[in-house]
């Protein structure tokens, strides 16, 4: 990992920009000779390290029309840790050079442009997978998803052994409201997959590996502490040894600790984006419905509109950042960020007399797709500028793209307008090398946070610098060609995070994580994240959205978007406690 280093306005070498390649266009190289097609999965560094944002690249220029998305994709076999797809291909003006194979939005394989078929490994036994193959160009553009194909694995050969069990259950740290443990990893003939905590006899959350932190305690209480572990097939380890912490300690003064959780609606379809009116309640956008709707505190439910020309893509398009002008009291507006047939837009509305009303489009015709279609939206401290996150719409190359708004977060005027001082005149880019952000807050000092979603290694939160470069798609965490990019300030495992929703009170950030199901607390120390703790692991599902309302608590989103189960999601309530203060 080379240094890091943040600039304010930076002006593309011209050398590189000469020389610039793109990650689709080298990987299309890369496939006719053979590369792709023997299981080329994207580990790209050495072409990134040539590739910079391409301002003047003549192929974009030349070659605007993308290929037909390939047709009749089909299983062709499957194994317990493998799946075999085929398709018929894809017609091209110039050519088609390569095919991209995603399972739910992450890129699993890359093939040849000549390669119709393509095989798929080291997957979970016993599970469901989402598949959809897009085709390329050299320019590069990428067609719109194939159709796709949902398979599940096979089921694994019987395994009734189960681990052992956790040794040397230890207490390693503790607060007022919390006990940190960590315990010797258990083993298993085939692997241990997880660890189950329990308190007092009762089930008190998961880990993913052998270190935890219970919250949610008494100070001065005794609380019987044991461990199970647990492997792919279900077989639980027998009880570790009790281990008898007590909560002590005095936290710093305000730091914010997560208390009692209730619902506060239940039977909503996956609630993307939430923002408060100042009257206490939120405005809440159903992403698949496309409607808008009044939350109340006591879980009264209004709807109050539903969004002209949104359109959902099958995957993770349709309604979804919802923000609320400053000057609401004065002005009325929503802004709502949403997928139309010309790809993903910011429009604005009035709300007048509950219902919303004359409906603008301010920002319009960023690149969408089945996925990565950003979405989140959030105004600045000093309300003049709305900030906007979106994704690279599975197209690795808009991230270095200057030309194009996916893969950035941008900011603009409420009125759509681009601000005289952003870093690239005339454009709304405010950063740029983003593969898919998600949640954007403001810390006290006036900094912008964003989290990112990374492909299959690490995903990320990075604190926000303008006219910065974040790296993708050579750079992904801190894997692969990184020096010319900005650092993330943490990362964790795609495994155990997918961070969305971005909320930070009193300088400590909260994320909500969709694959990881549980929020993170992170303090910011300086210009760095220390402290990290976990709330909710496991207990709640997979969390989308997290936003303060005005007594300083939390509400919480949840999206079971890959059940394909209509109005099973719920709005929560968090009590934030702010012991010390």
Not at 100 to 125: C, F, K, N, P, R
Not at 171 to 195: C, E, I, K
Not at 419 to 427: C, E, L, Q, T, Y
């Amino acid at each position: 990992m080379g240094s890091h280093t943040l600039r304010s306005r930076p002006v593309p070498d011209t050398r590189r920009r000469r020389l610039a390649v793109t990650i689709a266009t080298a990987l299309s190289l890369l496939a006719a000779s053979g590369a792709a097609a023997s299981g080329l999965t994207g580990d790209l560094s050495e072409v990134a390290r040539h590739s910079g944002p391409s301002t003047d690249r003549v192929s974009a220029a030349t070659d605007i029309v993308p290929p037909t998305p390939p047709r009749n994709l089909r299983v062709t076999g499957k194994t317990e840790h493998s799946v075999s797809l085929a398709w018929d291909p894809s017609v091209d003006n110039v050519g088609v050079v390569g095919y991209d194979v995603y399972q739910h939005g992450q890129l699993m394989v890359s093939v040849s442009g000549t390669t119709l078929e393509a095989t798929v490994i080291g997957l979970e036994a016993d599970t469901r997978y989402d598949w959809t193959v897009f085709a390329r160009d050299a320019a590069p553009n990428v067609s719109r998803a194939s159709n796709n194909v949902v398979v599940r694995t096979d089921s694994v050969v019987l395994d009734n052994e189960s681990p052992t069990a956790p040794v040397n259950v230890r207490v390693t740290g503790r607060s007022s409201t919390s006990v940190s443990l960590a315990w010797d990893a258990a083993t298993d003939n085939v692997g241990v997959t997880g660890y189950v905590v329990h308190r007092d006899g009762a089930q008190a959350g998961t880990a993913d590996g052998p270190a935890t932190t219970v919250n949610g305690l008494a100070a001065g209480t005794g609380y019987r502490f044991s461990v199970r572990a647990q492997d792919a097939a279900g077989n639980l380890s027998p009880f570790s040894e009790e281990v008898i912490a007590v909560p002590g300690g005095t936290a710093p003064a305000g730091e914010p600790e997560l208390g009692a959780v209730t619902t506060l609606r239940e039977g909503t379809d996956v609630p993307w984006g939430l923002a408060f009116l100042p009257d206490g309640s939120a405005l809440v956008s159903e992403r698949e419905a496309f409607t808008i709707y009044r939350l109340f505190p006591d879980g009264r439910r209004i709807d109050v509109g539903r969004v002209p020309g949104a359109q959902g893509t099958d995957g993770e398009g349709g309604v979804l950042g919802v923000e609320v002008s400053p000057t609401f009291a004065a002005d009325g507006l929503v802004f709502v960020y949403h997928t139309a047939a010309g790809g993903n837009q910011v429009v604005r509305a009035r709300l007048v007399g509950g219902e919303l009303s004359g409906w603008t489009t301010i920002l319009g015709g960023m690149p969408k797709n089945r996925y990565h279609n950003g979405g989140r939206l959030r105004f600045s401290p000093d309300g003049r500028y709305l900030f906007v996150s979106t994704g690279d719409a599975q197209n690795g190359s808009y991230g270095q793209n200057l030309d194009t708004n996916a893969g950035k977060i941008l900011r603009i005027h409420p009125d759509g307008s681009i601000p005289a001082d952003n870093p690239f005149p005339g454009k709304a880019i405010w950063s740029y090398g983003h593969r898919n952000v998600q949640g954007l807050d403001f810390d006290s000092r006036g900094r912008l946070w964003a989290t990112e979603f990374g492909n299959n290694s690490q995903d990320e939160l990075n604190l926000i610098e303008r006219g910065a470069d974040y790296g993708w798609p050579g750079c992904e965490g801190t894997a692969g060609y990184c020096d010319d990019s900005v650092a993330p300030k943490k990362t964790w495992p795609t495994s155990a995070a997918g961070p969305s929703g971005l909320a930070i009170i009193n300088d400590h950030l909260f994320v909500a994580t969709t694959v990881g199901r549980r929020i993170y607390r992170l303090r910011i120390d300086g210009d760095e994240l220390v402290d990290q703790q976990v709330y909710f692991q496991g207990a709640y599902g997979r969390l989308r959205t997290l936003e303060v309302d005005r007594e300083g608590d939390l509400w919480l989103t949840t999206t079971w978007d890959l059940d394909d189960v209509v109005d099973n999601d719920r709005v929560l309530h968090v009590d934030v406690e702010y012991p010390g203060s």
